[in-house]
């Protein structure tokens, strides 16, 4: 075996992990269409049907539905290097719309409707703590940006995403979950509330010490 196979590991594992979080956006696509426009009998929403003369919880649920779709898909096209390297000027039109979206739009629906959320405020307040620390982490990315300290905007960017992902996270959590404890629905929707964005900010930390030992090497 050739004693730089192991690279050749590396990259097929970061191919699936690209598919996989390809097709995974592409699932939320589709499910979020599902609302479009404005319908309120299917999926999730009709679970919040004391809601439904809320005008201000409507708005911005179907915002926040709407939009966190383009956050993902913005997001994941600042991470790949072609893009980065051959089309730097669409890495800046979609991160630049990442960033707007997420600002203005994502994170404060995503704050209001948190406010709503089922399961009490166990899991309204992993909601409202989730959007706070996604619009900072968004925003540091930003200044950094300005800044032009391209490494430290990389490693908020990291963050930020992380926190986007939790969109993915909460639900394959409930997936994997379910067949595993006998917590009643209601317990098991709080417990995965906090595992959709913790262990994903854990993660991204730990991307974030690999890159910087990884910067600071002499090799």
């Given at each position: 075996?050739?004693?730089?196979s192991?690279?050749?590991?590396i990259?097929?594992?970061?191919?699936?992990?690209?598919f996989?979080?390809f097709?995974f956006?592409?699932?939320?696509?589709?499910i979020?269409?599902?609302?479009?426009p404005l319908?309120?009998?299917?999926g999730f929403i009709?679970?919040?049907?004391?809601?439904?003369?809320?005008?201000v919880?409507k708005?911005?649920?179907?915002t926040?539905?709407?939009?966190s779709?383009?956050?993902?898909?913005?997001?994941?096209t600042?991470?790949?290097?072609?893009?980065q390297?051959?089309?730097?000027?669409?890495?800046?039109?979609?991160?630049?719309?990442?960033v707007?979206?997420?600002?203005?739009?994502a994170?404060?629906?995503g704050?209001?409707?948190s406010?709503?959320?089922?399961g009490?405020w166990?899991?309204?307040?992993?909601?409202?703590l989730?959007?706070?620390?996604?619009?900072?982490?968004?925003?540091?990315a930003?200044?950094e940006?300005?800044?032009?300290?391209?490494?430290?905007h990389?490693?908020?960017m990291?963050r930020s995403?992380?926190?986007t992902?939790?969109?993915?996270?909460?639900?394959s959590?409930?997936?994997?979950?379910?067949p595993?404890?006998?917590?009643?629905?209601?317990?098991?929707?709080?417990?995965?509330?906090?595992?959709?964005w913790?262990l994903?900010?854990?993660?991204?930390?730990?991307i974030i010490?690999?890159?910087?030992?990884?910067?600071?090497?002499?090799?």
């Amino acid at each position: 075996m050739s004693k730089y196979s192991w690279i050749k590991k590396i990259d097929l594992l970061k191919l699936f992990f690209w598919f996989c979080l390809f097709f995974f956006c592409l699932l939320l696509m589709r499910i979020s269409i599902k609302y479009f426009p404005l319908k309120t009998n299917v999926g999730f929403i009709r679970t919040k049907q004391r809601f439904f003369d809320d005008l201000v919880w409507k708005y911005f649920f179907f915002t926040h539905i709407y939009v966190s779709v383009f956050s993902l898909i913005a997001g994941l096209t600042q991470f790949s290097s072609i893009i980065q390297n051959k089309y730097r000027k669409l890495h800046r039109i979609f991160g630049y719309g990442y960033v707007v979206v997420i600002l203005f739009l994502a994170a404060p629906s995503g704050f209001i409707v948190s406010l709503y959320a089922n399961g009490g405020w166990k899991a309204q307040s992993s909601f409202a703590l989730l959007a706070v620390l996604w619009w900072f982490t968004t925003f540091f990315a930003l200044v950094e940006a300005k800044k032009k300290n391209w490494q430290k905007h990389e490693f908020w960017m990291i963050r930020s995403y992380a926190l986007t992902l939790s969109a993915i996270t909460l639900r394959s959590w409930k997936v994997i979950l379910v067949p595993l404890t006998e917590a009643s629905p209601m317990e098991l929707y709080r417990i995965v509330a906090w595992l959709s964005w913790t262990l994903n900010l854990l993660i991204a930390e730990l991307i974030i010490h690999r890159k910087k030992i990884t910067t600071n090497s002499p090799q």
